[in-house]
């Protein structure tokens, strides 16, 4: 996963008045978290810690590319 390059962050923040730096930090941090993990071993992450991240991933997608 690559990171957003510095323009895109520039328009997000432009075109969503409820998008901060923070976020699109906290976006990317998940983002690459759910792509270090291998889903074909069991218990390296519960369920409920990846639903949970899962759930914040799509609230901040909407408050990021969705405003």
């Given at each position: 996963?690559?990171p957003?390059?510095?323009?895109?962050?520039?328009?997000?923040?432009?075109?969503?008045?409820?998008?901060?730096?923070?976020?699109?930090?906290?976006?990317?941090?998940?983002?690459?978290?759910?792509?270090?993990?291998?889903?074909?071993?069991?218990?390296?992450?519960?369920?409920?810690?990846?639903?949970?991240?899962?759930?914040?991933?799509?609230e901040?997608?909407?408050?990021?590319?969705?405003?």
């Amino acid at each position: 996963m690559q990171p957003l390059n510095p323009d895109d962050k520039k328009r997000i923040l432009e075109s969503s008045v409820q998008a901060s730096p923070e976020d699109i930090e906290e976006y990317e941090k998940l983002l690459s978290e759910r792509f270090t993990e291998d889903p074909d071993l069991p218990g390296v992450q519960s369920l409920e810690a990846a639903d949970s991240r899962e759930a914040r991933l799509a609230e901040l997608y909407q408050k990021l590319f969705k405003a």
